[in-house]
């Protein structure tokens, strides 16, 4: 979003931090794999009630993050009826209850449970050499309404997922691609217990306590064939695994605690976000393990190594501690009739970096008649370190917040009808950004800078004549400076131009249809070459492929067709539904990255194709 990061995001919870909203997200792998964002959502079909995204400019409450803004609501559920479903599909299924929990009054229960093994799945489309991803969601939540000015919430998420790929995936990749051996083993879950209660005529209070954990290991080994030939057989591979490993243990207690009231010139709101963290993090190397893909600046690299080697006296490290983050923030709301201005300061600490930082936030609202509305917004964000850059080398404990300035301005008009158009404006100014990395000694530093600026448009018909639809169209330019003496270059995930059409149809009450086309410019790419026989001194023909310039490129522009068709079949109480969901239709592999053979010296281009699920599913 805006040329930033899957990693730069706020991801809330019902207004609970939790970051491992999406599954195999690693930390471990291939680059395209580590880039953040993920795969899967770990929530299930009828589980989220609502959900606001917000691309940057939001208010002094939310920090910790500098990218965008996603608050998640879990459905509520109904106190009065309940309600049963289950779905199955090619890759698993799901089970959800939501109703009275006919234990307390006043008392509603969701409960969604589903596993899935995209093994199989992947088996099926064809796409064997992935691997074998499994994961598992478990998701409650009660509301109690204690009496008419107190609720009581309670949510309860489990996560886990484990990955595998061996010998046989290496076996099925393309003129054996991917020579990688991989394992993975997350355990992730959450805790929160929420109180609200409304005090006197308009005043809120809201207490969160909540209990957060997430437990991962992974290792990444190789499988080379001991013959020339290009279909070997699984005995005829030279396996080593667990070469490299990573672990990663956090857990955090916090509490946040909100209160809002009325006042003469309009609503004044105060919080606090209080949380203690315990971590601990390692990586290490069983061996001194040639890389072949390498960056130039990479330590070791040479003309006369034009490969790097990760040893356990560079690469090994590990980080263990604990600390305290918190947060405060003071804000008021102005009311001048058809103007609203909103005013707000945050003040953030980390003790695991002992600063302090102070964000000022503003944000204006002006209705000029009954269809336009203009706004605007500005201030300064600031994002901690991660704390696996802080442990991947002893000098990274020196690390500092990252910081954005942002301004932005737009407007929403009411067109007639349904249709509205909205479009903003924006500009970011990024500085002391964690760059440097190598991946041999892990050393980072805060030497980037840089700035983004761009607008996004949407034109959006609200459902109504059993069909709705939106156009959008986005369009952002980034440069960053990492400092390296190379200049200003486009960020990682920066796509300058970035559409898509969506629409939504419903025939009658048993038939419903969807389609999305996107289209967006492809991801900035390496500028890159392949040396021959790097290794010849150990008998082995091996190639490398060293970059020599980052995101200096474009991959080819991306572009995608899904549709979804629902039929829904009532019998009795029981309602029989069955859906057939294709992502990308036309099958074109949209390269996001490259595949390089150390063994063949090939590249080949790095893309999911046609992605179809079919399943159906049963309601009572």
């Known amino acids: 979003m805006r040329g930033r990061g899957p990693r730069d995001n706020i991801i809330l919870i019902d207004d609970i931090p939790y970051d491992r909203a999406v599954h195999f997200d690693q930390s471990l792998g291939q680059e395209e794999d580590i880039g953040g964002g993920g795969r899967f959502s770990i929530f299930g079909q009828n589980v989220i009630g609502q959900a606001e995204f917000s691309p940057g400019g939001w208010r002094s409450d939310y920090g910790g993050s500098n990218g965008s803004l996603l608050k998640i609501g879990i459905a509520e559920g109904n106190r009065d009826t309940p309600f049963f479903s289950a779905k199955i599909d090619l890759a698993g299924g799901e089970l959800l209850y939501d109703g009275p929990s006919y234990v307390f009054d006043n008392t509603s229960v969701l409960l969604s449970m589903r596993f899935y093994d995209f093994g199989q799945f992947f088996d099926i489309i064809g796409q064997e050499d992935i691997g074998a991803p499994e994961l598992q969601d478990f998701l409650f939540r009660s509301v109690t309404r204690i009496n008419p000015e107190t609720t009581l919430d309670v949510i309860f998420l489990y996560t886990p997922e484990k990955y595998r790929r061996d010998v046989d995936n290496v076996i099925a990749s393309p003129d054996l691609e991917d020579p990688t051996l991989f394992r993975s ?279 109504s004549n059993r069909w709705s639809a939106s156009v959008r169209y986005s369009y952002n330019k980034t440069r960053i400076d990492d400092g390296d003496g190379e200049g200003s270059r486009p960020s990682q995930f920066n796509r300058p131009h970035l559409g898509n059409v969506t629409v939504n149809y419903e025939l009658n009450d048993s038939w419903s249809f969807g389609a999305q086309y996107q289209i967006a410019s492809g991801r900035p790419s390496d500028t890159f070459v392949i040396h021959d026989d790097v290794y010849s001194d150990a008998g082995l023909l091996r190639y490398s492929r060293e970059i020599t310039n980052q995101y200096t490129g474009r991959y080819p522009v991306f572009q995608t067709l899904n549709i979804r068709v629902d039929y829904s079949h009532q019998i009795g109480k029981v309602v029989v539904k069955a859906f057939i969901d294709i992502v990308n239709v036309f099958g074109r592999k949209n390269i996001n990255s490259v595949n390089f053979s150390p063994v063949t010296g090939k590249i080949s281009n790095d893309g999911l194709g046609i992605f179809p699920q079919i399943g159906f599913s049963v309601e009572l």
């Open 185 to 463: 083993k997350q355990d992730a879950g959450l805790l929160g217990i929420t109180l609200g209660r409304l005090v006197g005529d308009t005043g809120e209070w809201k207490n969160i306590v909540y209990y957060r954990w997430a437990k991962d290991n992974s290792a990444q080994g190789e499988a080379f064939p001991l013959t020339d030939s290009m279909a070997p057989g699984p005995g005829e591979f030279f396996l080593e695994e667990d070469i490299v490993n990573l672990g990663e243990n956090e857990k955090e207690i916090g509490w946040r605690s909100d209160y809002s009231v009325n006042n003469g010139i309009g609503r004044f709101a105060v919080g606090l976000r209080l949380s203690y963290l315990d971590v601990d993090f390692d990586q290490f190397v069983t061996r001194d393990y040639p890389i072949f893909e390498y960056r130039t600046e990479d330590f070791g690299a040479s003309e006369d190594q034009q490969y790097v080697l990760l040893t356990p006296e560079l690469y090994d490290s590990s980080y263990k501690t604990d600390g305290v983050r918190a947060a405060g923030y003071i804000e008021q709301t102005f009311d001048f009739d058809a103007v609203t201005l909103i005013a707000g300061v945050r003040v953030e600490h980390d003790g695991f970096i002992s600063s302090t930082k102070v964000s000022p936030r503003l944000q204006l609202s002006w209705d000029l008649g009954d269809r336009l509305r203009l706004s605007a917004s500005a201030g300064t964000y600031y994002q901690a370190p991660r704390f696996l850059q802080i442990a991947a080398n002893e000098t990274n404990l020196d690390l500092k917040f990252e910081r954005t300035a942002q301004a932005s301005a737009g407007f929403e008009y009411l067109l007639g009808g349904d249709y509205v158009l909205q479009g903003e404006f924006y500009y970011q100014d990024l500085s002391d950004l964690i760059t440097d990395y190598d991946r041999v000694t892990g050393i980072y530093t805060n030497g980037g800078e840089g700035w983004a600026a761009g607008m996004d448009w949407i034109v959006r018909k609200e459902f």
